[in-house]
């Protein structure tokens, strides 16, 4: 509908007179050179705000001004009109009641609607009867609502499915992002983001990749977040471990064993003994055990969506109290000792015991496999002391008692004193024919130079004044030995005698 306008009686004024006041009001309102434009403030809005077409550089001459939906001037579009000569407004078809005109020709839109996005057309008349026509737009973005994850699959199995998450509902104008363990997501190997990133696909899913998983939605007026998602992702089991870690039991305190195996969902527990079906548990106690729940204990993990079946075997032993051992100790050759822990208990563990604290072995000493002999060689004087074994098993341990047969300091003294006693003996010998000659030879010297008077009928040599060194024994052995051995043997000179006496 085109702007009522103030016509001047026709016929009265000449058309001559009219062009000259038309070019009067031209000279004197010369056109702008700047073009006319419409600014939208703001250009994206959200639903229920309001939005104004802001005229830039309109004509100072206006007589009128008319807004359309569109980009066109059609007065079936036609939204509002203005005329400042006759100061009236007049509405068109499009007009929503929503729109308000201002005098410098801008029009705004109160609570806008989805439906307002789009282009508007403002056509201006001067006073010289030219039109004028700009376009403006703007958009109009809907209240976004918070965003959901939806998933094709609610079960996945690990190694066999993939899973496709989508971002719901489809929004206009919206950017869509996505988050795992709130990092943002980008195409990789095992992740492809497709339909304007609106899904997200998961190939070969992991127990690794249950997320959280999380979308957000964005738009120029307004951003939103989804709930996280967790994914419920079925593996295993694996083989599963029982505890405790022991393997040896004492009879006295209750057999308790607990079998776990990672699994989702959780695994199924059944437990046989040496072939044999015993409960579907995952604890397994037996009260009081004896040896004869010693034996192969199987524990079985059953995962009844993937139908795998894991088991592991821990062989336990029942073990008795430990017999009190006895020490055995044998002379093998002159220089050398060994000594034996005696037990009768099966699956021991023999420990040696030196003066009460645990025997460091020398490069003198030898343990036979098992540890059950100790050998000695050469034995020194610094191996004197008391030895005890001790034989322990997972349940007890028990010691030989001290001063029981053994290899105590008067042992140990009297096997080096008898080896040295022979030695002694022998060194004696050799010493006793070495003076006698000596002596003798002495004897004859003497004669020669000294020619002692001849023996009466009767006498014996020990009258003569030759006195011979007596015949090594017990007493005389320290001495001569002492003398005699090689400095590199002197430590058998410092054992207790007395000691070997005693013992």
């Known amino acids: 509908m085109r702007p009522h306008s103030a016509c001047p009686c026709r016929g009265g004024i000449p058309w001559q007179g009219v062009l000259l006041a038309v070019s009067l009001l031209t000279f004197w309102n010369p056109h702008p050179t700047a073009q006319l434009t419409i600014e939208p403030v703001p250009f994206d809005a959200a639903e229920g705000t309001d939005v104004l077409l802001l005229v830039h550089n309109a004509s100072q001459n206006i007589i009128g001004y008319n807004w359309f939906k569109g980009n066109t001037a059609e007065d079936s579009h036609e939204i509002i009109s203005y005329s400042l000569l006759t100061q009236n407004i007049n509405t068109g078809p499009a007009f929503s009641g929503r729109e308000t005109l201002y005098t410098n020709g801008s029009l705004l839109f109160m609570n806008v609607r989805k439906e307002d996005t789009g282009f508007y057309t403002l056509r201006i008349l001067n006073n010289v009867l030219r039109p004028e026509l700009a376009t403006g737009e703007f958009r109009v973005h809907e209240k976004s609502p918070k965003p959901n994850i939806t998933i094709n699959n609610s079960q996945p199995m690990e190694g066999e499915d993939s899973l496709a998450l989508t971002c719901e509902p489809e929004i206009n104008y919206a950017t869509y992002l996505w988050k795992i363990n709130n990092q943002m997501v980008l195409d990789g190997d095992r992740l492809k983001l497709s339909n304007n990133n609106r899904t997200l696909t998961l190939f070969n899913v992991t127990r690794d990749d249950p997320g ?45 064993l607990s079998c776990h195996a990672d699994s989702n969902p959780p695994a199924q527990y059944s437990w046989s003994f040496n072939g044999g079906p015993l409960e579907y548990t995952q604890e397994l106690s037996i009260p009081n055990p004896s040896t004869n729940n010693s034996g192969s204990y199987v524990c079985v993990a059953h995962n009844s969506v993937t139908n795998l079946n894991r088991t592991t075997t821990k062989n336990i032993t029942v073990s008795g109290l430990v017999a009190q051992p006895s020490l055995r100790a044998t002379n093998t050759e002159p220089h050398s000792v060994a000594m034996t822990c005696l037990s009768g208990d099966p699956g021991i563990s023999i420990t040696w015991i030196f003066n009460s604290q645990t025997l460091q072995l020398t490069d003198r000493m030898q343990l036979s496999p098992g540890h059950r002999t100790l050998s000695i060689d050469p034995v020194r004087q610094e191996d004197a002391g008391e030895y005890q074994c001790e034989a322990s098993n997972p349940a007890s341990s028990t010691r030989t008692e001290e001063r029981t047969p053994g290899l105590p300091v008067g042992a140990v003294a009297g096997i080096v004193t008898g080896v040295l006693v022979g030695v002694a003996l022998v060194a004696a010998l050799g010493c006793f024919l ?70």
Request: proline share 14%; net charge negative.
């Open 212 to 256: 959280p998983y999380e979308c957000e939605t964005q738009n120029p007026v307004r951003a939103s977040h989804s709930d996280p998602l967790t994914l419920n992702i079925s593996y295993g089991p694996i083989a599963p471990i029982i505890n405790p870690p022991d393997s040896h039991f004492c009879p006295w305190t209750n057999l308790n």
């Open 434 to 503: 070495l003076h006698t000659r000596t002596g003798r030879a002495s004897v004859q010297l003497g004669l020669r130079d000294h020619r002692t008077p001849a023996s009466r009928p009767g006498q014996g040599p020990s009258e003569s004044s030759t006195s011979l060194a007596p015949p090594p024994g017990h007493g005389a052995a320290v001495p001569i030995y002492q003398e005699l051995l090689n400095p590199d043997l002197d430590i058998y000179c410092r054992v207790d005698h007395k000691a070997d006496v005693d013992s």
